[in-house]
């Protein structure tokens, strides 16, 4: 079965420093999301990415965000200096046009430290 | 806000007995999605019901949607030790937008 892939699993980073989060959405996909589920806190959408470009971002999504489908099969997310609030899992989800076929990946954990 | 809310927070019950989680939540929707989420891991799709579904079934899963007191339900029936996860539900207005996820319902399956 096709699958949403995320890597790394599990990232630390230093407070200030930027962090790359890849995902290799299923390959027929068109709308690929972002987002982030604080421990023990719900899932936030972060933001929204159709026909290369963003489509919906949510307040969280702020300037020291970015992101990016820079070969046509990664779609990656940017935060540029990273706070120590921004310690949490991160998910991107891809699907089709069928609202059913919304995948999410495993996730990335980051730890910023 | 849209988000949904379910209910309950936790919820522990022997194994082969069934789990009823509930949601609810607050604006117009156009589909709703129930998740599972094992510990530390990632989300893995359920079901989705459409707004002009009353019910829908998947294997041991049964999912009710009221529209009118905007509300849905999770049914696993003859519940299982590997049943034991977080379920959330997700709310969906527009088929390109965001879902907006519940704070979740921890299920515990004793064996």
């Known amino acids: 079965e096709p699958e949403v892939t995320q890597t790394p699993s599990h990232q630390v980073t230093q407070m200030g420093q930027e962090v790359i989060l890849r995902c290799v959405p299923i390959?027929?996909?068109?709308?690929f999301y972002w987002y982030r589920q604080i421990l023990g806190q719900k899932v936030e959408f972060l933001v929204s990415?159709?026909?290369?470009?963003?489509?919906?971002k949510s307040e969280i999504f702020d300037d020291q965000f970015s992101v990016e489908r820079p070969d046509g099969s990664n779609f990656t997310l940017k935060i540029r200096s990273t706070k120590l609030e921004d310690s949490a899992m991160y998910f991107c989800?891809?699907?089709?046009?069928?609202?059913?076929?919304?995948?999410f990946g495993s996730g990335t954990r980051l730890t910023v430290v | 806000s849209q988000q949904g809310e379910e209910d309950p927070q936790a919820l522990s019950i022997q194994e082969g007995e069934n789990a009823t989680m509930n949601c609810s939540y607050k604006t117009s929707i156009n589909n709703l999605q129930w998740y599972r989420q094992n510990s530390g891991r990632g989300l893995v799709h359920l079901i989705l019901?459409?707004?002009?579904?009353r019910e829908k079934h998947s294997g041991r899963l049964r999912v009710t949607l009221d529209t009118s007191k905007k509300s849905s339900s999770l049914l696993i029936t003859a519940s299982r030790a590997a049943d034991t996860a977080s379920y959330f539900c997700a709310t969906g207005r527009n088929t390109g937008n965001q879902f907006y996820f519940g704070t979740g319902t921890s299920l515990t399956v004793i064996p």
């Open positions: 989800a891809s699907r089709g046009q069928a609202v059913e076929g919304y995948t």
């Open positions: 390959s027929n996909h068109l709308y």
């Open positions: 019901i459409r707004s002009n579904e």
């Open positions: 990415f159709y026909n290369n470009e963003i489509s919906e």
